[in-house]
T-cell receptor
């Protein structure tokens, strides 16, 4: 049972480059979320999706984009990377929403922008 | 003011000690309360889940919610070195649009053998 799988685990980007962080879940969860975790700042919501074809912005969406073409996949796109996007990125999924069911997290992608 | 406040620590205790971890919050609409444990370089994992006020016990772990004071706690009895991790509180109002959780910044705990 794989749960939530994130790739890559580590990446170094140069300023202005773009990349896609991949997230796949095999639990048939409807809700999926992207968070970033900065030291001492907790987890901040970037984007979320309540089902295939439906996405919406979270607290810190600027500089990011998402898509949800299938239930399983929820990739996060970084355009024109900036040093402020250096962070650890976590994808999470939930059967029916975090309030009732909690989240299952992936193991994270550690991104450095130089 | 942050919606959820959590002392970042670090907190260091000897093996066998009772550990108390705490969060305060400002949003009176929060009804669902959780604790996540995050080992170094791993994703958070759900540890405890509580709805509304009261206590919940699971083995060595007890979660306590005091909605009147907007204060939640996690107690760890007979702490073990394997409990060394960062502990994140999380909470949510009922049926928000994203049904998302709001997290504290985490408390780093080290249990010394």
């Amino acid at each position: 049972n794989a749960g939530v799988t994130q790739t890559p685990k580590f990446r170094i980007l140069k300023i202005g480059q773009s990349m896609t962080l991949q997230c796949t879940q095999d639990m048939n969860h409807n809700y999926m979320y992207w968070y970033r975790q900065d030291p001492g700042m907790g987890l901040k919501l970037i984007y979320y999706s309540v089902g295939a074809g439906i996405t919406d912005k979270g607290e810190v969406p600027n500089g990011y984009n998402v898509s949800r073409s299938t239930t399983e996949d929820f990739p996060l796109r970084l355009e024109l990377a900036a040093p402020s996007q250096t962070s650890v990125y976590f994808c999470a999924s939930s059967l029916g929403g975090g309030d009732h069911y909690g989240y299952t997290f992936g193991s994270g992608t550690r991104l450095t922008v130089v | 003011q942050k919606e959820v406040e959590q002392d970042p620590g670090p907190l260091s205790v000897p093996e066998g000690a009772i550990v108390s971890l705490n969060c305060t919050y400002s949003n009176s609409a929060f009804q669902y309360f959780m604790w996540y444990r995050q080992y170094s370089r791993k994703g958070p994992e759900l540890l405890m889940y509580t709805y509304s006020s009261g206590n919940k016990e699971d083995g060595r772990f007890t979660a306590q919610v005091d909605k009147s004071s907007k204060y939640i706690s996690l107690f760890i009895r007979d702490s073990q070195p394997s409990d060394s991790a960062t502990y994140l509180c999380a909470m949510s109002p009922p049926s928000g649009s994203a049904r998302q959780l709001t997290f504290g910044s985490g408390t780093q705990l080290t249990v010394l053998p």
